[in-house]
């Protein structure tokens, strides 16, 4: 029932920008914190960024800290990861995560970022 649709993605220089988003339907979306990851090949899948469900709080991966911005529009049910500065090692497919207070979290698709030259 719980539908993610990330969308944004794509091949990018390093150093360039993208916006990714995440469509969500099916659930009370302000209710749900909001969370993205990412795995690269070879890799475990990593938190990138959280928000909470009212967006008074969010968390970052120190490996992103002051290049990314996670926001969400609970009018419009979708969540945002501005990434700015990227580089190479940015690389990765990235997931959309909804959680609700105490349960168990539901994922996207995936979307596939590429950072190169």
């Known amino acids: 029932q719980v539908q993610l649709v990330e969308s944004g993605g794509g091949l990018v220089q390093p150093g360039g920008s993208l916006r990714l988003s995440c469509a969500a339907s099916g659930f009370t979306f302000s209710s749900y914190s909001m969370s993205w990851y990412r795995q690269a090949p070879g890799k475990e899948r990593e938190l990138v960024a959280a928000i909470t469900s009212t967006g008074a709080f969010t968390n970052y991966a120190d490996s992103v800290k002051g290049r990314f911005t996670i926001s969400r529009d609970n009018a419009k049910n979708t969540v945002y990861l501005q990434m700015n500065s990227l580089k190479p090692e940015d690389t990765a497919v990235y997931y959309c995560?909804?959680?609700?207070?105490?349960?168990?979290?539901?994922w996207g698709q995936g979307t596939q970022v590429t950072v190169s030259s």
């Open positions: 995560n909804a959680r609700p207070y105490r349960g168990i979290g539901s």
